[in-house]
């Protein structure tokens, strides 16, 4: 890639092994030493970050999207290096948007994605095979992430298989699916989130990862910290 993401490298390099939040709307740990948030940004908002990633997302419908506003996205990403990647942006079949639409928007931030050669989050609900069809469209894009996963675990393997990453929010009553995707996916290609659900707790998320995977914590927090490395 062309621009090295040094920020990433210096906030791991703690003495503790931090929890990381892979993604999330709001910092509410910005202060503790043992919880890392990487904020999601979606153009337009005026938010305290520290490390963050920002795009269109899908629910806006196209709000402040413009060439001029890609371009001031490519700047940021290229100006700040607390700027790790790009999105989340995507598509999404539920909602009240024109798909259309949706699909340029995405498209256009792939190109740009593309040329930057970065990484991006994916925001995907029930449009997993346009996603699958889109992405060797764009070879240069250094590496994806599909966050939120909640489906199963046979639609993960294909994903997987076809080169993403996965950031899963599990927590008990999670379906059976999910659970299993949890379980049994590799751990290479595993991030954990809270996204915009406040009542989830990131180090909770953790201790539920471990136990069902029968994995040491620390050793769980030191693999997630790795992935980061390697998708940023």
């Known amino acids: 890639t062309h621009f090295k993401k040094t920020s990433l490298v210096i906030e791991l390099n703690i003495e503790n092994t931090p929890f990381i939040d892979f993604h999330t709307h709001q910092l509410r740990h910005a202060e503790s030493d043992d919880i890392l948030e990487i904020l999601s940004i979606n153009f337009g908002e005026n938010k305290v ?14 709000e402040n999207f413009s060439e001029p506003n890609l371009d001031a996205v490519s700047q940021i990403f ?69 966050h939120g996963y909640a489906r199963h675990e046979i639609l993960a393997k294909t994903l997987m298989n076809a080169g993403f990453y996965l950031s899963i929010a599990p927590h008990e009553k999670s379906s059976l699916g999910l659970l299993k995707t949890m379980r049994e996916m590799p751990i290479d290609r ?43």
């Open 49 to 62: 970050k520290n490390l963050y990633t920002i795009g269109f997302h899908p629910w806006s419908c196209g």
């Open 78 to 146: 290229e100006d700040d290096e607390k700027c790790l990647g790009w999105g989340e942006c995507g598509l999404d079949k539920l909602i009240d948007c024109d798909a259309t639409n949706q699909l340029l928007i995405f498209e256009q931030q792939l190109d740009r994605a593309n040329r930057l050669e970065c990484s991006i989050v994916i925001h995907c609900v029930r449009a997993y095979d346009t996603l699958l069809k889109l992405k060797p469209n764009y070879p240069k894009i250094k590496n994806w992430v599909i």
């Open 190 to 232: 595993l991030f954990l989130e809270t996204d915009s659900a406040s009542w989830l707790d990131i180090r909770h998320i953790y201790e539920l990862v471990s136990k069902e995977r029968k994995m040491d914590l620390d050793d769980l927090k030191r693999q997630v910290i790795e992935n980061c490395k390697n998708f940023f």
